[in-house]
């Protein structure tokens, strides 16, 4: 079965700083697939970056990396120069390989709530 | 702006009624998915529709019922609900078909469901 764990439930950041936010997970598919979204308090979830299990390089999309250590499972967001508007919740979330359909069930950690203060 | 629209983005039901969410999306994807959000919680899946057939139903009770009736369109339809069905009810589609990217889910805003 696969899982997902986000175990910081708030962080607080200094605008212009970085901040780390962290997820591990567990799967015995060798192929499967790590996003980070953003869902700020109007509801939507914003896809943020992905990670793919075969990905030689760690994602990078902006001011937002993805830190991913294979062996360790973990994958880790880590957001540069933060923002007032990066005030938000963040999911981790990930996939198995994909159906034969093309679709996937993603599945969802606790979340981290990004506080991020001027 | 997301590319996926969910009406309606408030409903309030009592336990008696029947009401439909809808959800649209025209970016050519054919798997469509509705997820389930209480508050301070992750999301979590209900069902998947792949190419307008039901291919995931996450044992969800039936006073939920699912319609895709074209590519393009998600209906999730609501019958004699109970008050901890109240919660946030988000849309998704992705890509389609072996190769097709990611798996990445775009998300709607959802919609907001209070059932007294």
């Known amino acids: 079965a696969q899982k997902i764990t986000q175990t910081q439930p708030g962080m607080f950041v200094q605008e212009k700083e970085a901040v780390t936010l962290d997820c591990t997970y567990d799967?015995?598919?060798?192929?499967?697939?790590l996003f980070w979204y953003k869902q700020p308090s109007s509801g939507e979830m914003i896809f943020l970056i992905y990670?793919?299990?075969?990905?030689?390089q760690n994602a990078t999309e902006g001011r937002y990396s993805l830190n991913f250590q294979k062996a360790r499972k973990s994958a880790n967001l880590v957001i540069s120069a933060s923002q007032l508007g990066d005030s938000a919740m963040y999911f981790c979330?990930?996939?198995?390989?994909?159906?034969?359909?093309?679709?996937?069930?993603?599945?969802f950690g606790a979340g981290t709530r990004l506080a991020v203060h001027p | 702006d997301t590319e996926v629209t969910q009406t309606p983005k408030h409903l309030v039901m009592g336990m008696t009624n029947k009401k439909s969410l809808k959800c649209e999306q025209h970016m050519g994807h054919r798997a469509m998915y509705w997820y389930k959000q209480k508050a301070k919680k992750p999301p979590e899946l209900m069902f998947v529709y792949s190419y307008e057939k039901l291919s995931i139903n996450e044992s969800v009770p039936s006073r939920f019922s699912p319609e895709c009736p074209n590519s393009s369109l998600l209906n999730l339809h609501l019958h004699a609900l109970q008050p901890e069905d109240s919660a946030l009810y988000l849309c998704?589609?992705?890509?389609?078909?072996?190769?097709?990217?990611?798996?990445?889910?775009?998300f709607g805003e959802g919609s907001r469901l209070t059932v007294l």
């Open positions: 990670q793919g299990s075969y990905d030689q």
């Open positions: 799967t015995s598919d060798p192929s499967y697939g």
């Open positions: 998704a589609s992705s890509p389609s078909g072996q190769g097709q990217g990611t798996g990445e889910l775009f």
């Open positions: 979330a990930m996939r198995g390989p994909l159906f034969s359909g093309g679709y996937n069930k993603l599945i």
